[in-house]
């Protein structure tokens, strides 16, 4: 039996943070469009540092102007979203490749943020979705 990808998105519990093959990019975004998500594409291509992929964030995202370009400011603006209401969210992070390999710790702490935005979205019944499109080699080469 397959797996209907809407039913995943939809359960609150499972949102989080994880790698997927960027060849089911499209689709995943298709599904959350049905679904009324609000779906966001974080372009990290050209990012070097945190700062740069915090711009990309509140770029993105559209970030108040309050948004304090930090992981802390991050977490609040994640935990928050009240200016893009939606029944779910769906960040697609999208040529992480290089700033991942140059900056492994901070892509950690990113990680970190963004799971713990979806465990406070899901505590509120609202599916919290960030994921991570890498070439099918790159996926295969991670070790979990």
Request: proline content about 3%; hydrophobic content about 50%; aromatic content about 12%.
């Amino acid at each position: 039996m397959a797996v209907d990808v809407r039913e995943v998105l939809a359960d609150p519990a499972q949102g989080g943070a994880y790698f997927v093959d960027a060849r089911e990019s499209a689709a995943l975004s298709d599904a959350a469009e049905a679904l009324d998500f609000r779906v966001a594409h974080i372009d990290l291509a050209g990012c070097s540092d945190k700062d740069s992929v915090l711009r990309a964030f509140a770029k993105a995202l559209r970030f108040p102007q309050w948004f304090g370009g930090n992981f802390d400011a991050l977490a609040d603006s994640l935990g928050d979203l009240s200016w893009l209401s939606a029944d779910g969210y769906l960040l697609l992070l999208e040529h992480s490749d290089a700033w991942r390999g140059a900056d492994d710790e901070n892509f950690a702490i990113l990680l970190d943020v963004l799971n713990e935005a979806a465990v406070t979205w899901g505590d509120l019944g609202v599916p919290f979705w960030a994921l991570i499109p890498l070439p099918q080699e790159q996926l295969e080469k991670l070790a979990f």
